[in-house]
């Protein structure tokens, strides 16, 4: 199963079975943004892909930065990930607030996949809106 998460949510996520392969996509709206967590809480993971875009049509440049929408670039790569992972037990995605774009690729991954189904929220509690630009490419 893909869960869709806010970046709270995510760094309260606590591994209980510890034979469970759980694997994540951290969503940054910057490749400045891209922080690692320290190594107790990545020792939950078998793997972490991080990766980056906003829930935007075009480039924007902000603040002397360039922001990006999702493109080609983040589908391949969110494909080759999950492919490579497709025998584990949880895939967690996250993102800043967890309503456009981890829902977004949750939803586009359960497309994709007959094996995955899409969460939003720990609980499947998130009222979401997946982003219809990541939903697409899938």
Not at 109 to 125: M, P, R, S, V
Request: proline share 4%; with cysteine.
């Amino acid at each position: 199963k893909a869960i869709s998460l806010s970046e709270e949510q995510f760094k309260s996520l606590r591994k209980k079975n510890l034979d469970e392969k759980w694997i994540a996509i951290r969503i940054y709206s910057h490749p400045e943004d891209v922080m690692k967590l320290s190594r107790l809480f990545d020792k939950q993971f078998d793997d972490i892909l991080h990766t980056y875009f906003t829930d935007i049509q075009s480039p924007v440049e902000s603040d002397g930065k360039l922001y990006k929408p999702f493109d080609k670039d983040n589908y391949e790569s969110i494909l080759a990930f999950v492919k490579q992972h497709i025998d584990a037990d949880v895939l967690y995605i996250h993102c800043h607030a967890g309503v456009c774009r981890s829902p977004g690729v949750a939803v586009g991954l359960e497309k994709k996949f007959d094996c995955i189904t899409a969460q939003h929220g720990l609980n499947n509690e998130m009222d979401v809106f997946p982003y219809p630009n990541v939903v697409s490419w899938f």
